[in-house]
């Protein structure tokens, strides 16, 4: 029995494959659809999310689907790695091994070519050719050799010897053989025998292969009326695709790009009838499926968006497993969504309402204006084609989206209920409740939003559902000055990646004291001590860093290794050699012991600056600093804390008149190095002007020429 659900799929890649995904945000991390990437989005459906995610999520629960989400950490306590956006490590998965790729073969064929005497090395060597076919070359595979193998052999009428003549005809065709090498190979078959059918199908093929579609729909017409079933069906099932590629040969520009306005309208028009043609007669055909996905190609390159809305809700409906859902979905977002992405709409499709309800949220984004596309008079009226659908929470919940795109918190507020239960799985129920608690951040009702998201945290029960919740608490707690609840003993805010935003950004100095030896483990002490110690530094409470850098004695076993990088406490035993060649500097501790004796210590203050310059020690808010929902909101400050600003450090000892020449000119010549070589300053603090600058270099030059720092400078930018 051929194998039909292959080159199903291929054929309906064809589709997926057309242009770049448009409902994305994302550019630079993984393909949406490959396995190891997984969802970004939050896990509601909100306008904020990309389309494909909402889809997913929406079209998953109602098939129960799992979802590709990422897994909880072993603990979340000691791990910043759960958080909502791209991970980089999604991308660091192996690509399947060679042996796995190469895994591409095929018994039945195999079998097949034995049976009719071909040489099976030579259907190994072209079967390698398959990966990337694309357009109308997907059926010139091993599946598609395959299906006529079949054909062949199932076919009384034929001799052994036409079967084989046949078959290494197809295979000529599969490896590129013309329609004149076709013909001359098959020359002596017998007039009257009914190989010459196969012979019209092979050189049809050639022809559709070739371009020559004209040829390719008489031959392909010729056999639709064939008393051999094989030949009948695949005839029809042909001619649809000869229109259809027929209406996009003047579509593609110069370098692939598709331009659906010259779409030939009249052959896909054609190909539509020919599509519905093959789906009455052989409903569960060969290639239905293939011609139901050719349906949504045909309807948008017609570009009828309700009648194509309309197939897409019911193939996701249809979705058999998760995968497949989501290479729909990913179709889906090249069509369709590239239609829609810039010019949302705004009305319903009574026949396609999930699919319009994802479309109007994306129509709530704001647009140039900072406004959502979607407006309550277009809302209002598409109501009605949602109640008669029997999809009225779909329409409510864009009521409150909208109603929270315009700030109408108090609307929010009174129409909905908090929950005394949330089920496992309602995804749209949990986004109403998310939206009751942003509202309340909205009217900074902080109290009650905190009461509101700690009640949601103990009702919900999804691990991802928690984390997210967790972030909204943190942040209701930082706008309400409720950091030190965020790290109280029995704390709802447990997720690690959270805690440690708040400790760089917003902890003061006696809570990261507290946490620095009793936080919850050694992550989150590590995190709390190197953010203290460098704010010592950068703040310059030279004795309390002598005192708190004792607290390292807290933290057994040092916490080392990439996913703490930024908080290497290691960095603190910085004992001076890196410093510049020809500038000795004693270690850290005993420069900032100095430094707590004698703060305005030239040479001490160019080595805490030579500290900075080669360890780039600071608090680094870009490492956990993304997909942490409206926390980021909550933490930002105009000045970040633990950023330092070395060039501060160069001034002070230009402007001392007790500093040695020695370290006077090295600072005029780090002070100037700040700005090497693109202009902009690398040392932190405030940008000096150019003059200033050109004044340092030629203080340097003419003060201390004998220097080996002014002799070394030949520039200053």
């Known amino acids: 029995m051929a ?120 259907i190994a060597r072209l079967s390698e050719n398959d990966s990337g076919l694309e357009n109308r070359y997907v059926s010139n595979s091993s599946d598609g050799v395959s299906q006529f193998f079949t054909a062949l052999i199932n076919d009384a009428t034929l001799t052994p010897e036409q079967r084989h ?9 599969w490896g590129g053989a013309t329609t004149g090498q076709v013909s001359e190979a098959l020359v002596t078959l017998p007039a009257d025998s009914s190989a010459l059918l196969y012979k019209t199908y092979l050189t049809g093929a050639t022809y559709f292969y070739t371009e020559d579609y004209k040829s390719a729909e008489q031959d392909f017409t010729a056999l639709v009326n064939s008393k051999n079933p094989w030949l009948e069906e695949t005839a029809q099932y042909m001619l649809m695709r000869t229109a259809l590629n027929k209406s996009t040969q003047h579509s593609t520009g110069e370098y692939g790009d598709f331009d659906i306005s010259k779409v030939d309208q009249q052959f896909a028009n054609q190909a539509q009838e020919a599509a519905q043609r093959y789906l009455q007669r052989w409903p569960q055909g060969l290639y239905a ?85 979607l407006t309550q008079a277009f809302l209002d009226s598409s109501k009605p084609a949602f109640e008669k659908g029997g999809k009225a929470p779909l329409w409510r919940n864009l009521q409150l989206n909208l109603w929270m795109a315009t700030g109408n918190y108090a609307a929010i507020v009174q129409a909905i209920t908090p929950a005394k239960q949330l089920p496992a799985h309602d995804i749209l129920a949990f986004s109403e409740q998310v939206l009751y608690g942003e509202a309340l951040m909205g009217q900074q009702q902080w109290q009650a939003a905190r009461d509101f998201w700690q009640q949601l945290l103990k009702l919900s029960q999804d691990n991802e559902q928690q984390q997210y919740l967790q972030a909204k608490l943190a942040a209701t707690l930082v706008f309400n000055n409720e950091i030190n609840a965020i790290f109280a003993p029995q704390s709802p805010v447990t997720n690690l990646r959270f805690r440690s935003r708040v400790l760089k950004t917003q902890a003061p100095l006696e809570l990261l004291r507290q946490q620095a030896p009793q936080g919850t483990n050694n992550e989150e002490r590590t995190i709390a001590l190197h953010t203290l110690l460098v704010r010592d530094l950068t703040e310059n409470r030279f004795s309390d860093w002598l005192t708190d850098i004792k607290l390292v004695k807290a933290i057994t076993p040092p916490v080392i290794g990439e996913s703490f990088d930024d908080v290497n406490l290691s960095v603190f035993d910085w004992n001076g050699s890196a410093a510049d060649t020809g500038y000795v500097c004693r270690g850290l501790s005993e420069t900032v012991g100095v430094l707590s004796k004698k703060a305005n210590d030239a040479h001490a203050l160019n080595c805490l600056g030579e500290f900075f310059r080669t360890t780039q020690t600071h608090v680094d ?57 693109s202009g902009m300053n690398e040392c932190g603090g405030e940008e000096i002007d150019k003059v200033q600058r050109k004044g340092w270099f030629t203080q340097l030059k003419t003060e201390y020429p004998g220097s080996p720092w002014a002799q070394k400078l030949k520039y200053y930018w």
């Open 165 to 173: 003549a046949l078959a290494q005809a197809r295979m000529a065709i």
């Open 621 to 677: 808010l870009w490492k956990d600093g993304s997909g942490n929902d409206v926390l980021e909101a909550a933490i930002d400050r105009k000045h970040p804390y633990g950023q330092f600003d070395r060039q501060s450090y160069y001034q002070q000892v230009i402007a001392s008149p007790k500093a040695e020449p020695e370290d006077k000119s090295y600072a005029l010549y780090r002070a100037i190095m700040c700005y090497s070589p």
């Open 289 to 373: 499926d293939s011609a139901r996905g050719m349906l949504r190609r045909i309807n948008w390159y017609q570009q009828a968006w309700p009648q194509l809305a309309a197939l897409y809700e019911q193939t996701f409906q249809q979705a058999k497993d998760p995968d497949a859902l989501r290479r729909l979905v990913t179709e889906y977002d090249n069509v369709y969504g590239m239609r829609f992405y810039n010019a949302p709409f705004t009305e319903a499709f009574p026949d396609a309402l999930q699919v319009s309800y994802i479309e109007l949220l994306r129509a709530l984004r704001p647009n140039s204006d900072k406004k959502p596309t």
């Open 3 to 122: 194998r039909k659900t292959p080159l199903t799929l291929a054929l309906c890649a064809l589709l997926a494959s057309a242009p770049q995904a448009f409902a994305s945000f994302d550019i630079e991390d993984c393909t949406w659809s490959s396995e190891n990437c997984l969802l970004k989005g939050v896990p509601v459906l909100t306008p904020g999310n990309d389309t494909r995610d909402n889809l997913l999520r929406l079209f998953s629960e109602a098939k129960s689907f799992a979802l590709p989400v990422q897994s909880m950490p072993a603990d979340i306590t000691r791990s910043r790695d759960y958080y909502f956006a791209y991970h980089p490590q999604w991308d660091a998965v192996s690509a399947p091994s060679a042996s796995t790729a190469t895994s591409s073969e095929n018994p039945t064929l195999t079998q097949q070519a034995t049976a009719l005497q071909l040489d099976p090395a030579e």
